[in-house]
C-alpha cells in the first residue's frame, strides 16, 4: 500500500450531519494527493436540505475553530468547497488547494449573513 500523505485529524469535529449520509472528514488521505479546495457554485435556498446541511458544517467549524486560522486537514473537500471563497477564505498568501496543510479561516461577516443560524450555541438538526 501507497504511503498516505499526512494529514491532521480535527479530534473533536463532528463526523457528518446526523441522520444523514453527508459527512464532514474524511477517515483518511488520499494516497493520490488532497481533492482541490475551489468555490463551486451553491444553488441551495435558505431553509433547504442543502442549505441546512451547510449551515450544520459552517455551525461545526465555527465552535470548534473560531475566528482563527485552522488545517485543512481531514475536513471534507466537497463541503468545504460550497463554501469556499464567501464563508471561508484562504488564511494565507500562497495558499496551496491541494494540501492537507493548508490554512482556511471563516469570513466572519459573510457567514454571518448567509447562515446566522450556524451561530447560534446549540444548531437544530
Do not use: C
Amino acid at each position: 500500500m501507497a504511503k498516505l500523505p499526512d494529514m491532521t485529524k480535527h479530534r473533536g469535529f463532528p463526523y457528518a450531519m446526523p441522520g444523514t449520509g453527508i459527512q464532514f472528514v474524511i477517515r483518511r488521505a488520499n494516497p493520490k494527493g488532497a481533492t482541490p479546495i475551489k468555490a463551486l457554485p451553491r444553488h441551495a435556498r435558505p431553509g433547504s436540505g442543502a442549505h441546512r446541511i451547510d449551515a450544520a458544517f459552517l455551525h461545526a467549524l465555527w465552535h470548534h475553530f473560531g475566528a482563527e486560522p485552522f488545517e485543512r486537514g481531514n475536513l471534507d473537500a466537497a463541503r468545504l468547497n460550497l463554501l469556499f471563497g464567501r464563508e471561508v477564505m484562504a488564511a494565507e498568501k500562497d495558499f496551496d488547494p491541494v494540501s492537507y496543510e493548508a490554512l482556511l479561516v471563516i469570513n466572519e461577516r459573510v457567514a454571518r449573513q448567509s447562515f446566522p443560524e450556524s451561530f447560534e450555541d446549540i444548531f437544530e438538526v
